[in-house]
């Protein structure tokens, strides 16, 4: 039996934030496979100056010694190498959306979702729209631009529209905070959003794996928030910088996030919500969602976050793997349903 063929698509080609997060989430995904007897690895890594590069490794020093290549030249060689499917792990804009629709135009296969989705959950407010038209719950909110004055009284949540990772989120509980806030989240993006602070409560995350084209939804993972000491979670609760620069997850040290227990009353709630969320926006291969419970058990859907880099660290793995879904068989029903296939790749 021959080997599949995989890409990892990684990098970014918008700035060194992103190629790093990027990088980290791809390293971690490649390692924890690299043993697995039916693929064969092979890498596209888009550095910040838009090149494209096909290193041995993801290691820094194999990725600058390898040739930058210019667009034709690189789709020539992905052409050429009879690729079965793209893992995809880039995580700026372009990267979700315009180097995704470059293998869609090449008709390579790829394990997600598609660039029009990834376009339209990029930013929060349409995503919230879409939402709130299937009937789910949403915070009432209002997007702002340069020179808007926002109208709903505090307590609210600033955050800019389209950026990730709780980068430029402030909680305003005074009309005296909103200038600060306002000022932090525009220098993230054009756009701003203005939304009402739903009180804890609880918040937890929740994937949805699809399996031969059934929804199946995966354990709940909870946050540490508590309505005096952390209301919300920001930048600091999701990735951290090492010693060596690098960046690392902050969330995964059993303290800051947990497994929630399946028995738990919430978890039905949400994963039937999930699945709803899931349908509204025509999600493939599988999904992700952050949402707050309020006092009264009721889940508020917040975000949409449409990846999963297929590394142990990452949320659906952990997700996936509390439910007995080991990375191997996830990557592998994620496979599979990008491919179009009903039975799982032996192993």
């Known amino acids: 039996m021959s080997k599949l063929r995989i890409l990892y698509f990684a990098g970014s080609a918008e700035n060194d934030f992103y190629s790093n997060l990027s990088r980290l989430y791809a390293e971690n995904s490649l390692n924890a496979i690299a043993n697995n007897p039916n693929y064969e690895i092979l890498i596209a890594y888009i550095t910040p100056d838009g090149k494209w590069r096909f290193p041995s490794s993801l290691s820094i020093e194999d990725i600058t010694n390898s040739q930058p290549l210019p667009f034709s030249d690189a789709t020539a060689w992905m052409r050429s190498k009879n690729i079965d499917v793209v893992l995809p792990q880039m995580f700026c804009i372009r990267g979700m959306t315009h180097y995704r629709a470059i293998l869609d135009i090449l008709g390579i296969p790829y394990i997600g979702n598609t660039p029009e989705?990834?376009?339209?959950?990029?930013?929060?407010?349409?995503?919230?729209?879409?939402?709130?038209?299937?009937?789910?719950?949403?915070?009432?909110?209002?997007?702002?631009?340069?020179?808007?004055?926002?109208?709903?009284?505090?307590?609210?949540?600033?955050?800019?529209?389209?950026?990730?990772?709780?980068?430029?989120?402030?909680?305003?509980?005074?009309?005296?905070?909103?200038?600060?806030?306002?000022?932090?989240?525009?220098?993230?993006?054009?756009?701003?959003?203005?939304?009402?602070?739903?009180?804890?409560?609880?918040?937890?995350?929740?994937?949805?794996?699809?399996?031969?084209?059934?929804?199946?939804?995966?354990?709940?993972?909870?946050?540490?928030?508590?309505?005096?000491?952390?209301?919300?979670?920001?930048?600091?609760?999701?990735?951290?910088?090492?010693d060596d620069g690098n960046l690392d997850c902050a969330a995964k040290d059993g303290i800051k996030a947990w497994m929630v227990d399946s028995q738990d009353p919430i978890t039905d709630k949400v994963q039937a919500v999930a699945k709803k969320c899931h349908t509204?926006?025509?999600?493939?291969?599988?999904?992700?969602?952050?949402?707050?419970?309020?006092?009264?058990?009721?889940?508020?859907?917040?975000?949409?976050?449409?990846y999963c880099s297929f590394a142990p660290k990452s949320v659906i793995s952990t997700m996936a793997k509390a439910g007995g879904i080991d990375l191997d068989e996830l990557l592998e029903i994620a496979i599979n349903e990008t491919l179009g296939k009903k039975t799982l790749i032996s192993v």
């Open 117 to 242: 989705l990834m376009a339209i959950t990029a930013h929060k407010a349409k995503t919230k729209a879409i939402i709130a038209a299937a009937g789910i719950k949403v915070p009432h909110g209002e997007v702002l631009r340069h020179g808007d004055v926002p109208t709903i009284q505090p307590p609210v949540v600033v955050k800019p529209a389209n950026v990730d990772n709780s980068m430029g989120i402030a909680l305003v509980k005074d009309i005296a905070e909103y200038e600060t806030a306002l000022k932090t989240a525009f220098e993230y993006a054009e756009e701003v959003i203005v939304e009402e602070y739903i009180e804890l409560g609880r918040e937890v995350r929740c994937g949805v794996l699809v399996k031969d084209g059934e929804l199946i939804g995966l354990p709940l993972e909870e946050y540490l928030v508590d309505s005096e000491n952390k209301p919300i979670r920001i930048y600091a609760d999701k990735l951290k910088q090492n």
């Open 280 to 306: 509204a926006l025509g999600c493939r291969h599988y999904s992700l969602f952050d949402f707050r419970i309020d006092p009264n058990g009721e889940p508020y859907f917040l975000e949409a976050g449409l």
